[in-house]
Structures are given as C-alpha cells and as structure tokens.
C-alpha cells in the first residue's frame, strides 16, 4: 500500500482489543495499546495462522495456533515459535479516524 487508508474510527477499538481490518487486499491486525494504535500483518511468520483470532495482553499478541507471541509496538518476537518478526504498518490518526499506511 502506498497511501493512507481509513480502516475505523477510534471508538471502534477499545485499549485493549484488536480488531480485524483490509487494506488494498491485505489483512491487517489493528491494536489499541493504551489509546496508541498499531498495525500488523494478520499472518504468523510461523506458520501462515491469522492473529486476529488471536489474544492481545498488554502489547503482546498471542498467534491461536502454537502460541508464538509478538510485540504489536514492534512486530518484534516475544516468544517462539516463530523466529521471524511480524511486518508493522504506520498509523496515524486524523481527529476520530484510524489510518493505516505503508509498512515500515
């Protein structure tokens, strides 16, 4: 993706929940971390699983299928499975609007 798209309003996603979102054909994960939001792909660097079934903790979400955990913050591996980090897109916000950008 090469712009900003709106994907959701802030009062679609409370602190703590993740939600779901298609960007120009691309899944993507949005977090709410304490009224900061993140973006990450939807898809486990372990084994292809979608993380928006998975669960958010604090920053760290959890994949459903063998429990490899990524900081949401970062994309970063928190816990293996998974040895790859998660690619992170930029967000930005414009009034109540949640946006989501190219990948960093």
Do not use: W
């Not at 054909?25 to 084994?47: F, I, K, M, P, W």
């Not at 299928?65 to 992170?88: I, K, M, W, Y």
């Amino acid at each position: 993706m090469e712009e900003f798209v709106k994907v959701a309003v802030t009062t679609d996603l409370p602190p703590g929940e993740i939600m779901l979102v298609e960007v120009e054909d691309e899944r993507v994960v949005l977090a709410n971390v304490d009224g900061q939001y993140y973006a990450v792909t939807d898809e486990c660097t372990h084994t292809g699983c979608p993380l928006s079934n998975g669960e958010l903790d604090g920053a760290v979400l959890e994949c459903p299928c063998h429990g490899s955990e990524f900081d949401v913050r970062t994309g970063a591996v928190v816990s293996p499975p998974a040895n790859e980090p998660l690619a992170q897109y930029a967000v930005k916000i414009e009034g109540n609007d949640i946006l989501v950008g190219p990948s960093d």
